[in-house]
């Protein structure tokens, strides 16, 4: 699954901050005529520090990042700690122009599992698809709602994204078509680093020992197959084609300085769910469809905090591993919003962009990119990876006439 | 996760069928004293052949089956056979007796799907849980309903089960607790051997080109916990504390000579949907709790065949990867219900068992057995891998109020 190099951020809004000097965040990169050799490195501005070559350690002469994040968190400090050293004195001989590289996906994705955690997309999104009820059920008020997603189709920022095909109802018949009705949501991603153990719920205190990092995702959905498939299962196809994800993994200690207070929750949670501390992130993204920005909202207006999801989804004694991914779900906030079904009233209201064309879902050939930026508080400021995605034609199935 | 070899079925009811000589399910092992050198055998009689020490090939000398089931249908077919003509030719002197060996996950399970695809059981669960409404919605008919549950919580046979503490709704009040309505649903499972590609669906002819095997699956079930959780995106935490799968894996070759018609479908599918030929397996489970029969349903009775699954989870371009397991749902026929939920109307009409207890929904300290037996159309029969769980006491959780 190899991508063009998209460290430049490609077209899109007008966020112009780079990764800086100091995020570092980590990544898996070949170089062209040695695609049999992908490193770990990390990229420093518009560079990349190939740590195969920095350190005598075969983590970092590996295809994915698994190896490293299981060492844990004394290690993942250790190593940030050395690549600064290095850095400071002199290792910027050994850095490679992005251009030069070739990144691809940064981890295996063990379990993945994708949460509903803002409040103003749950709010939206029941009112257009439940309307004249409470568009916020009873439990999503006690704990953050959730589900596992496919791990196999998560892919890297680039990857094409081809129109799946999946039975809806069109004009009073069910069918198997190409989606009419393709969506992609903003969010942003937790990785685990640690493995845990089978019967052994993870408190919020914990979050930092197990999470290693924080991506970019892209949750495409066929909102017709979704709406035909969801009761009483949750979403499975709708979902299951493809969920793009950043190649660079910012690691999470190099948030710590933008954490920031989340939302007053009420009703108060129960003491399982408690966090100390604020574990709002103020990261700001940026969702661009063909060049055009859609949407720009803040992280930091997520109801339920990162801590939390890792403590629900351990309390019942489920184990996490290394390469877990959780999402937040779609990212709104009370002035954006983070999915064409709320941009769009699920079609309805289609969005002018800024070559005068229309969307009400997305088109073939149709080109998202998702940015960020993080904020900290003594003003400075780095971006995450981007997420990026080209909606490709539905491709002929064979054997399968409501295709053709 | 090693558990104690259960290679006689241990307690239960009247199933005296054993592997015999020619089924040649696949596991992994260890012996005593050399735990770090987990090998593959297959099963003869009461007896593991080695096949580390037959073949010269390092996927044989591996913790899982992962790298032998990649391998193709191709090696599939010659293993089998090179098997049978070494046990032939007096290969019986490697054979290691059952109870020397201790049985070990025998695969890494990528992602994992479970299915909901007995109409006898979605018919019962719809009355139970949805009383005065249709209980088959609309796209049961046209599809098999299904949802991915967590592949790193799927446990070998004999691993003891937990009772997992869940939020759910107790005297008007949402509380944190060890679940009060613990059910285990009977599966029978179905194991990718090979990969297939981004965005190429899979047709029901393909299928045992993909799939390597079938396990049996104990689906356990926090049916509280579900209740409060499932809308809008589908059962979580209530499934996700742990899946019981059988430490054997039967090649789907082994079974061809137990295929037999499977239920008419009406509504017909849509043709990416349709079979040739028949796809149900004659094989009929019995569930025992603590060693009285509970249930015993006939797995022909499933109305979506497993072709149909894999050609339904793949319709929208998913890839599956070695190692991807897909479960049926519970198995329940017109006269033997696979679920507690059903057995006894939601802990309603409590069950007698023959120690003359009663059950409405699972004690600590329970035993649950499920066995299985292949019936062939020349009158040969043999069973399949046994999954079995004991249920653990909730443990008391660090900084948990109500859970203590």
């Not at 400090?77 to 590289?101: D, F, M, P, V, Y």
């Amino acid at each position: 699954m190899l991508v063009e190099a998209v460290l430049d951020g490609g077209s899109g809004g007008g966020l112009e901050v780079g990764f800086g000097r100091d995020a570092l965040p980590y990544g898996v990169f070949c170089v062209p005529g040695r695609f049999d050799e992908p490193r770990v490195g990390v990229a420093v501005d518009d560079a990349i520090l190939d740590l195969g070559s920095l350190f005598d350690d075969p983590v970092f002469r590996q295809p994915s990042l698994n190896a490293f994040m299981a060492q844990g968190r004394a290690s993942w400090a250790s190593t940030r700690q050395h690549i600064k050293s290095a850095l400071a004195g002199g290792a910027h001989e050994r850095l490679i122009a992005a251009e030069h590289a070739v990144m691809q996906m940064p981890f295996e994705v063990a379990d993945f599992v994708d949460f509903n955690s803002s409040l103003q997309h749950a709010t939206n999104a029941g009112r257009i698809l439940r309307p004249g009820t409470d568009p916020i059920r009873p439990n999503w008020w006690h704990l953050p709602v959730g589900y596992h997603g496919r791990s196999g189709t998560v892919v890297v920022s680039g990857t094409p994204v081809t129109r799946p095909h999946g039975q809806f109802v069109n004009a009073g018949a069910v069918v198997f078509a190409p989606t009419q009705r393709l969506d992609v949501e903003a969010e942003v991603g937790f990785v685990v680093g640690c493995g845990s153990t089978l019967g052994d719920p993870l408190t919020t205190a914990q979050f930092s020992d197990y999470v290693f990092g924080v991506v970019l995702v892209l949750d495409w959905s066929a909102r017709d197959v979704q709406a035909f498939e969801y009761l009483p299962l949750g979403p499975f196809l709708g979902k299951s084609f493809a969920t793009t994800m950043s190649a660079w993994v910012m690691p999470l200690e190099a948030l710590d300085p933008a954490r920031t207070v989340s939302p007053t929750q009420d009703p108060p949670t129960l003491e399982h769910l408690r966090v100390d501390g604020p574990w709002g992130f103020d990261v700001r993204l940026e969702m661009s469809l063909n060049g055009t920005v859609i949407s720009a909202p803040h992280f930091d207006s997520m109801y339920w905090t990162a801590p939390q999801q890792l403590a629900h989804l351990t309390s019942n004694g489920a184990r996490v591993r290394p390469g877990d991914l959780f999402a937040s779900g779609t990212v709104s906030d009370e002035h954006e919003s983070g999915s064409l079904l709320e941009l769009t009233s699920d079609g309805a209201k289609p969005l002018q962009l800024a070559d005068g064309s229309n969307r009400g879902y997305l088109d073939d050939g149709d080109d998202v990119l998702l940015r960020a930026v993080v904020h900290c508080f003594d003003g400075t400021r780095f971006r995450l990876g981007d997420a990026r995605g080209v909606v490709a034609p539905a491709r002929p199935v064979a054997g399968l006439d409501d295709a053709r």
